[in-house]
């Protein structure tokens, strides 16, 4: 079975304290649905119409738990807190297997 991924690219952060909001909320959602962070934030080269800013890479073992995570109770609660502070670009993909 595929696994799934959440890819995160921020466009622009206009409000940090809000992020750090976020981000405390939504590590604990994201591992009470099995997911693993494999790159938050860290250096970054962009290519073509690329934004070097902030990405985020979560994988979760399919497509299907991705989505449910997102869903979630405790990651929509993140997604509150979150509010305006950014603008980002934040995907749910399939693996290949």
Do not use: C
């Not at 909001?21 to 994201?30: C, F, G, M």
């Not at 938050?40 to 497509?63: K, M, N, Q, T």
């Not at 989505?67 to 979150?82: I, N, P, T, W």
């Amino acid at each position: 079975m595929p696994k799934g991924y959440w890819v995160s690219v921020y466009r622009t952060i206009s409000d940090p304290a809000k992020l750090a909001a976020y981000n405390e909320l939504a590590r604990s959602a994201v591992q009470a649905a099995g997911g693993r962070t494999f790159v938050r934030g860290g250096r970054v080269v962009a290519h073509d119409a690329g934004i070097a800013e902030r990405v985020v890479l979560v994988e979760f073992d399919s497509f299907e738990q991705a989505v449910a995570a997102h869903e979630s109770a405790a990651y929509q609660k993140a997604l509150a807190a979150l509010a305006d502070g950014v603008d980002r670009d934040f995907r749910i993909v399939e693996g290949t297997d």
